[in-house]
Structure formats: C-alpha cells, structure tokens
T-cell receptor, first 116, second 117 residues
Framework: AQKVTQAQTEISVVEKEDVTLDCVYE???????LFWYKQPPSGELVFLIR??????QNEISGRYSWNFQKSTSSFNFTITASQVVDSAVYFC?????????????FGTGTSLTVIP | DSGVTQTPKHLITATGQRVTLRCSPR?????VYWYQQSLDQGLQFLIH???????AKGNILERFSAQQFPDLHSELNLSSLELGDSALYFC????????????????FGDGTRLSIL
C-alpha cells in the first residue's frame, strides 16, 4: 500500500491563481516527519519544509503555506498567487523515526504548470 | 547548490555492463541515501548508509550494491544492466540524527542520468 498518496498527477493554473496540492499519508507510528520537495524542470530536488507529527500548527512562508491535519492524515501545500517559476513537480514525503536506519517514502508527485 | 556532489552527470552504456555512480555528501553529513527515479516508478528509495554502515534497504535489486567509505563518500554499483535500469539516480545526505533517523531533511544532489542502450 502506498504510504504517501498524491492523488493529483497534474495541475494547471493561470498565473496569480491560488493552488493547493494534496498529500495523504499512512503510518502507524505516533512520531513521524512530513516533508515537501520541489523538482523544477532542471531536475534537482529542493527541500521546502519539514513538519513533525506533534506540531499541527499551519506554517506560512511567503506565498507558500502548509496545512497539517492529523485527523485526516493530510499535509496539504498551498501556493498563493502562483507564478511561472512555481512550475515544477512537487513531492510529499513521510519519514518514520526509530529503527536502525531510515527511509523516506515519497509520493508519486504532482506536476504543477503555471500558465502565464 | 545543495552541497551534495554526484558524478558523473550523464552515463550511457549498454545492456549487460556494469557502472559505478559516486556521491559526496555535504560537509558534516553522515547519512547518505540513494534513490532511483524513473518515469513509471517515481522516486524509489534504494538504500541508506550512516557513517559507513548500511542502515536501511528499500527496493534495491540484487544486481545493485552500494557502500560508504571512511571519507563518507558513497558509491552505487549497478551490474548486469538492463534497459529498465535507465533512470535518474539521486544521492541525498542528511546531518547526524538528533532523535533517531528521519527527522532531518535530505539534501539531494543533481542526480546521475543513466541511459542503457
């Protein structure tokens, strides 16, 4: 079963529109971390945000905001007033603590296209 | 620039061959992770090393192996290559864990694009 589900495969919006990227995760752990990464057309993966399972406060960073809701196991990402430079594939990831090592579980990504 | 260096950037080879991908983590990072990104499989975790020791394995084929050296650089060896191994291979590193693995963001290199002809 997928531990991280990003149901939106592709989204297109017109510049200046707001857009929300959905992420639903599955874990039995009480302590875990959630992440969002951006992969622009150039290919590199860029870390955007980390959230631990005990902190349900929403976070805002400029035009970016994140809504973490444990009750629905969701960690959604909203871009306000989108810009062409926001066009990228966005990945949500889950990390479970504990154990001798660690692996990140990535969603399949949402490809966002911002049309000028 | 994430500080993670991967070489080579591109690799073209033939089926049945063997290649080695190299990764130098960010200064101070002890963990190295390898991922495979293909069009149909998304980003798949392969393996995690911490300070020279293998710590976790994901969907890594038996034809693939990795190691982390005392200077903390890591190599991913792919052998008996098949057409389906064509993908972008990422290395990521993260700092020492503060409270168990997994709470530190991973910083990714630019990847090695492997093409099997």
């Amino acid at each position: 079963a997928q531990k991280v589900t990003q149901a939106q495969t592709e989204i297109s919006v017109v510049e200046k529109e707001d857009v929300t990227l959905d992420c639903v995760y599955e874990t039995r752990d009480t302590t875990y971390y959630l992440f969002w990464y951006k992969q622009p057309p150039s290919g590199e993966l860029v870390f955007l945000i980390r959230r631990n399972s005990f902190d349900e406060q929403n976070e805002i960073s400029g035009r970016y905001s994140w809504n973490f809701q444990k009750s629905t196991s969701s960690f959604n990402f909203t871009i306000t007033a989108s810009q062409v430079v926001d066009s990228a594939v966005y990945f949500c990831a889950l990390s479970e603590l504990g154990g001798p090592g660690n692996q990140f579980y990535f969603g399949t990504g949402t490809s966002l296209t911002v049309i000028p | 620039d994430s500080g993670v260096t991967q070489t080579p950037k591109h690799l073209i080879t033939a089926t049945g061959q063997r290649v080695t991908l190299r990764c130098s983590p960010r200064s101070g990072d002890l963990s190295v992770y390898w991922y495979q990104q293909s069009l149909d499989q998304g980003l798949q975790f392969l393996i995690h090393y911490y300070n020279g020791e293998e710590r976790a394995k994901g969907n890594i084929l038996e034809r693939f192996s990795a190691q982390q050296f005392p200077d903390l650089h890591s190599e991913l060896n792919l052998s008996s290559l098949e057409l389906g191994d064509s993908a972008l291979y990422f290395c990521a590193s993260s700092p020492p864990p503060a409270e168990g693995f997994g709470n530190q963001p991973q910083h990714f290199g630019d990847g090695t694009r492997l093409s099997i002809l």
